[in-house]
């Protein structure tokens, strides 16, 4: 089918501004030069000569490094990160011949299942090779300004500086506007279900060198391996690449610009996205123009969780918080997950010292701490809570108790004694931060 794009108007940028816009690429891969045309606009909107940027040997070695720096596991031929470090030039070398004789292969991925957080559920994990990896960030730093340069400033997941607190920021400061209704949008299966001709249609409207496109082609079919058997996928972007995230913003990115078009105040976090109004009627409106476009792009709305709602009457839940009248609340499954992480360290037959267990403790609470410290005071207070009484129930079976922390052990071990041992409090660092936003 063919894939509407709507036209962005961009006006030039002196060349001096262009350092400072894009100071997140790499200086190697792309040369102000090539910012410069960038910004301008190259010939026809379509870039040629691309995959030489790609198999070029410093390349390579910075994509091996932010491979390193990611971590992760072996694919399916069993080539951790530290055995490709120590044969990395004569790997890197061999990967940049292969990519420029047009040799390379990806190889199959290798599937594993991981457990949600704080479900019972189950979901799968594709993990590509090393070398693969490399490849793929490398491709990656070399067609991600192109489309960087065209994405929505209304787009926040897996950009470069920015992140899920400036999509928050959007969404309550629109709120503090008066759009107090919400399309409240999911996607369902959306990284399973992205259509691979549409998506390559996307692509090939801004990149014309074929050897690039083949190679993202190359990876929407790679073959998965799970066990014993094999398939290629027929739809969908590899989950666990590192060129997965771009390619769903990709095609995503039509959506921002012709919500945006008509008006409407769309947020959106990878494939989670809420759209903003001041009025019941112009919400479901929305509705049904997201709702045509998702069948021109063959992707499907959640039935159960796609609904219109009201801020001060239902309130919605977007990126782990729960907005409701003029309050942001931790979403319930969020303050399980923490308690989940915790009860692991601070179950009653613990043998380690009581400083010992807040040591392991504290990072979990701290790392949690950062995202929802906007939250409101009463979550803080009540989770803060819950970890005191985990400690004081260790506290009460080494003295021969059974059950809970209750009753006197609140008096043997007041919150000043875990206070002393460096135990993190939610409730009083919250204190803390919204003291230092008034000053």
């Known amino acids: 089918m063919e894939v509407k794009l709507v036209p962005v108007a961009r ?5 001096r501004e262009i350092p400072d816009r894009w100071s997140w690429i790499e200086p190697s891969v792309w040369t102000d030069q090539m910012l410069l045309a960038l910004e301008r606009g190259v010939k026809n909107g379509k870039w040629h000569s691309l995959i030489d940027k790609v198999y ?6 910075l994509a091996f490094d932010a ?3 990611n971590k992760g596991a072996a694919g399916v031929d069993k080539v951790s990160i530290e055995k490709f470090r120590r044969h990395r030039d004569s ?5 940049s011949e292969l990519l420029e004789t047009n040799r390379y292969q990806p190889q199959c991925v290798r599937r594993v299942w991981i457990t949600k957080p704080g479900k019972t559920e189950q979901r799968p994990l594709g993990i590509p090779t090393v070398r693969d990896r490399v490849v793929q960030s490398a491709l990656r730093m070399v067609v991600e300004p192109i489309f960087e340069n065209e994405f929505s400033e209304h787009s926040y997941g897996f950009r470069p500086k920015r992140g899920c607190k400036d999509a928050l920021r959007g969404v309550w400061n629109l709120l503090q506007e008066g759009y107090r209704y919400v399309l409240d949008a999911d996607l369902k299966g959306y990284f399973d279900t992205i259509d691979h001709e549409i998506l390559m249609q996307l692509v090939r409207s801004k990149i014309a060198d074929n050897r690039i496109l083949e190679l993202i082609q190359s990876y929407l079919n790679q073959k998965v391996m799970e066990t014993s058997r094999s398939w290629t996928p027929e739809s969908g972007t590899p989950q666990g690449a590192v060129i997965s995230p771009l390619l769903a913003n990709i095609y995503l990115n039509p959506l921002d610009h012709k919500m945006a078009n008509d008006g409407y105040k769309m947020i959106r976090y990878a494939d989670d996205f809420v759209i903003l109004c001041k009025s019941r009627k112009e919400a479901e409106t929305a509705l049904s123009i997201v709702k045509l476009w998702c069948e021109e792009m063959k992707l499907t709305l959640h039935p159960d969780k796609t609904k219109v709602v009201s801020c001060d009457e239902e309130g919605f839940e977007f990126l782990g918080y729960r907005f409701h009248k003029n309050n942001k609340y931790v979403c319930k499954k969020n303050i399980q997950r923490l308690r989940s992480k915790v ?5 009653r037959n613990n043998a380690h010292s009581m400083a010992t267990i807040i040591s392991f403790i504290n990072p979990i609470i701290r790392g949690w701490f950062e995202y929802y410290k906007h939250s409101h005071i009463s979550d ?4 803060d809570g819950w970890i005191r009484m985990r400690l004081r129930s260790i506290k009460r079976k080494r003295n021969g108790g ?6 006197m052990d609140n008096h043997k071990y007041p919150n000043t004694y875990f206070h002393e041992l460096g135990l993190f409090s939610l409730a009083l660092n919250r204190e803390k931060a919204v003291a230092r936003v008034r000053s």
């Open 380 to 383: 803080s207070i009540g989770v």
């Open 402 to 407: 059974r059950g809970r922390g209750r009753g």
């Open 91 to 95: 790997n890197l070398m061999k990967l």
């Open 11 to 15: 006006r030039p940028k002196p060349a």
């Open 343 to 347: 009860s692991k360290y601070t179950r």
């Open 67 to 69: 491979v390193k720096r």
């Open 56 to 61: 070029r040997p410093t390349t390579l070695a």
